[in-house]
């Protein structure tokens, strides 16, 4: 495997830890290390590992089938429940990830409005879709005033840049002002309403109302990227907002553990999938997908997630971002957590955040950033090379107590050999 791994996000020097298994909020290692997982495979575990629910329910399907060319009763169930729950949501097509959803929501729009250019906000992650991909990760030295518009993998053809208006993330004014002189070749703007790469802090109600006013103005259709951010609530993160996009793109915890994503939306935008009157305005298809394991599992956890249980976890993430705090005050180290919801992220700096450039790190930053992570790995704590963690349901306070307590430790011996 090139570099040794088959995906990037894992990888830490001088070698990734390589896991045996999992169960509830904890992860065991191939050496038998146990370990809090804060990660939870990037937000898609919100149940955590292993849930004895969700494995009966897949176990039961296994000798059943595992893929058909055939569609599923349980795909009609599960996406019955995500129309049910979001307002905005009139129908579903699935995938099989995160990166599928965003960029069949794309090539939705652009098949709706016969345009060819979307907007997205500077340093937002929306998956290895080149276009979501613009300005992924801008530096100071290639920032400019209004965002350039940059390549994140070698080799992106220029097309693809000139394909795309980037916009500053919390500047309504800014914002609006760069959507609205691409006038009518904009199909779509792409939103996310706190994107953690960018430094989890939420999007001001000012900024979502700007920037959905400039494209209903202009004729775009405005898309919103939920694969996070649908753990906020019961009705996702648009719900907590006010927001009622055309288009949703969704994945990670609604696949219960698995392989999973979706498209969903205004039943009118919805109608470039249908190929019941000829060949669609934007075909789609995929060998998994909507295969009834992802189903089963994601129709097990969902079910499971109840206004309730939502709550509880808004609560246990509140609790988490108050000890972390008090941890980081207790250390003496010039940091701080922002985040939302279920959602925590640590920052090694005290400068106010408000977007991608206000909280990208200097490389001492982010060098003390991984420096931290890995001391907690060895204290038995899970987080993300980019001091991320994203909370389940097994977890318990003890366990975000035990984890403020390393961390407290952690930054004031960073503190004192920095």
């Known amino acids: 495997m090139p570099g040794g791994i088959t995906r990037v996000a894992p990888w830490q020097e001088p070698f990734p830890v390589y896991a045996r298994s999992g169960s509830g909020a904890r992860v065991t290692d191939v050496d038998g290390v146990v370990y809090v997982d804060f990660i939870n495979n990037f937000a898609s575990l919100i149940h955590g590992h292993a849930h004895p629910r969700i494995v009966e329910a897949v176990a039961r399907q296994l000798p059943l089938g595992t893929a058909f060319t055939l569609p599923t009763e349980t795909e009609v169930a599960l996406a019955e429940l995500l129309c049910e729950r979001v307002p905005s949501f009139d129908q579903a097509r699935f995938c099989n990830s995160g990166t599928e959803a965003v960029m069949m929501a794309v090539k939705a729009a652009r098949s709706f409005t016969n345009r060819p250019k979307i907007a997205k906000i500077e340093g937002a992650y929306h998956g290895m879709y080149d276009y979501v991909e613009v300005s992924l990760d801008s530096a100071p ?51 996310d309403l706190m994107p953690v790469y960018t430094g989890a802090v939420p999007a001001t109600r000012a900024y979502l109302q700007s920037i959905v006013t400039s494209a209903r103005r202009i004729g775009a259709l405005v898309i919103l990227d939920e694969v996070v951010s649908l753990r906020l609530g019961p009705q996702g993160g648009q719900g907590l907002f006010g927001l009622s996009p ?132 060895t204290r038995g704590y899970l987080i993300s090379t980019k001091a991320m963690g994203f909370l389940s349901t097994p977890m318990v306070r003890a366990d975000l107590d035990g984890f403020a307590a390393a961390l407290r430790e952690e930054l004031a011996a960073t503190g004192r050999c920095s």
Not at 154 to 177: H, K, M, S, Y
Not at 353 to 373: G, K, N, P, V
């Open 141 to 191: 030295e290639n920032w400019g005033n209004d965002p350039n518009r940059l390549a994140y993998a070698c080799g992106t053809p220029q097309g693809v840049l000139d394909d795309v208006a980037v916009i500053p993330f919390n500047e309504p004014e800014t914002a609006a002002r760069i959507i609205e002189a691409h006038g009518d070749e904009i199909a779509a703007v792409l939103i």
């Open 246 to 377: 055309d288009l949703t793109a969704v994945a990670k915890i609604i696949g219960g553990g698995f392989p999973i994503g979706a498209v969903c939306g205004r039943a009118e935008v919805m109608a470039v999938f249908d190929q019941r009157h000829g060949k669609p305005r934007m075909p789609s298809s995929g060998t998994f997908t909507a295969n009834p394991v992802s189903m089963t599992a994601g129709l097990v956890a969902m079910r499971m997630l109840t206004p309730e249980v939502f709550a509880a976890l808004d609560e246990m993430g509140a609790y988490a971002r108050g000890v972390i705090a008090e941890a980081i005050a207790a250390s003496g180290y010039p940091a701080q957590v922002t985040g939302i919801g279920s959602i925590f992220k640590i920052h090694m700096h005290t400068r106010p955040i408000s977007d991608y450039r206000s909280a990208y790190a200097t490389a001492a930053e982010d060098q003390a950033m991984h420096h931290l992570q890995q001391r907690l790995l």
